[in-house]
Each structure stands twice: as C-alpha cells, then as structure tokens.
C-alpha cells in the first residue's frame, strides 16, 4: 500500500466519526486519468474532507508555512504532507506561483487527480468569491476535464478564532459534471480566455453550493479587514 493509502486508512475512519460526511456525485469523478477538483474553500479542513470524501488519491498545494522544520511536531507533521504528495506554495506577496504550478501540471501528466482552491483563500464570510485563473491555466494547458465541487458544512468545524475543532458535524461533498471549457480549449495563454474559462467554473461551483456570489478576490477583502 502507498504512503498516501497508509494514511487515509488511519485518518480515513476518525474523521467520518468524528464529522459525518455525505457524499453526492461522486460519479461525475473519473476512475482514472487526470482530473481537476475545483472547490469552494470554507476551512483549513476543507483538504481533509476532500481527500477522505474521493476514493482516488487527490494531491493539493498547501502553503508553505505548513512545511515547517522547526520542532518536533512540526517537523512530523511535514513528513506526513510530503509522504502523501501535497505541494509547497510560498504565498508571500512577490513571490512567483509559477513553480507551483508547474508541479500541479506534472501531477496532471501522471494522470493523477489535483485539487485545487480556485478562490486562493478561504472565504471569509461563507460567500463564494472570484476565482484565480491559475486554475484555467491549469486545466487549459493540461487539457483535462474540471470537476466542480461544493463543500458545505466545513466552516461550522472549526470557525476562525476557534482553536479546537467541533465535533459530530455533518458535513457534505457535492460534486457536479465537468464543466464544457471546450469554447477556450489551447487559450491557456490568453489572458481573456482564462478569466471567462475561471468564471465558468466557478459558476459552476455556485450552482451546486447555493453561496451567493461575491466579484472580488478573498484576499484583498481579508486585506482590507486588517
């Protein structure tokens, strides 16, 4: 069994027990081959649901901040996003995402499933906010199928300023059918075709979470609230 299948064994059953999860549409995932999961973002949580919630492995980018190699824990906890595939992002301000986004591509080419956050940063509201057109460079370039998905629930686990999570919350995981992006196909270089290809996704995410829409971008709403 790989280390990713070790770890889901073990975190797998805790975390249905601890916040019970309904998963529907899961068929609209493909058994195989590559694939973009593109999620709304409530939670810190939001990766473990995700990745407990699908049956395939499912590899996302986490900031570099939780790579860190200073105590003990903090460096077993490193060990154990590596062992399962997660990537490192420096989120600084003036630091480049094109590395990152060139690991998300080869995890693509391996045929593997990429999750991906298209708002950037969790919602600070509940609301669904612009999405970041990383990800239609993303799934242009690759040329794979788009899987939207609505998490629900995962903000009432552990709300920000709460430093321990409750438990016996339901969540759910909704997935919908990939979305047509057949209309900017090879446009991954056009800046104009990212954006409305990032809409339709995001579009597409709304309609199955039921969030109102906001048309600015989470972090700079975060940024003014400091």
């Known amino acids: 069994m790989s280390p990713y299948g070790i770890a889901k064994a073990v975190i797998a059953p805790v975390t249905r027990a601890l916040w019970p999860i309904r998963v529907t549409g899961a068929e609209h995932i493909p058994t195989e081959g590559p ?3 593109a999620s709304n973002h409530l939670s810190v949580l939001d990766p473990l649901v995700i990745g407990v919630a699908v049956r395939r492995p499912v ?5 570099r901040e939780l790579f860190a190699e200073g105590n003990i824990a903090q460096r077993a906890f ?7 595939g997660q990537l490192s992002v420096d ?5 480049s995402s ?3 986004m060139d690991n998300s591509l080869r995890v693509l080419q391996e045929g593997a499933v990429f999750g991906i956050f298209p708002e ?4 600070p509201d509940g609301r669904l906010y612009k999405g970041q057109t990383g990800l239609a460079w993303l799934a242009l370039r690759a040329d794979v199928p788009v899987v939207p998905v609505a998490l629900v629930g995962t903000d009432r686990i552990l709300p920000r300023g709460r430093r321990l999570p409750a438990i016996f919350r339901r969540v759910e995981v909704r997935c919908g059918p990939p979305v047509d992006l057949s209309d900017w196909a090879g446009k991954h270089d056009h800046a104009r075709s990212r954006r409305a290809a990032t809409d339709a ?3 597409a995410v709304r309609e199955i979470s039921g ?16």
């Open 91 to 95: 989120r600084r301000p003036g630091q």
């Open 211 to 226: 969030q109102e829409a906001v048309a600015r971008y989470a972090g700079s709403v975060k940024a003014e609230s400091v």
């Open 98 to 100: 094109q590395e990152a």
């Open 78 to 84: 490193t060990r154990a996003l590596r062992a399962i």
């Open 59 to 63: 590899t996302f980018i986490a900031k």
């Open 35 to 37: 694939v973009i999961l």
């Open 120 to 123: 950037g940063s969790r919602s």
């Open 201 to 203: 996704v995001m579009a």
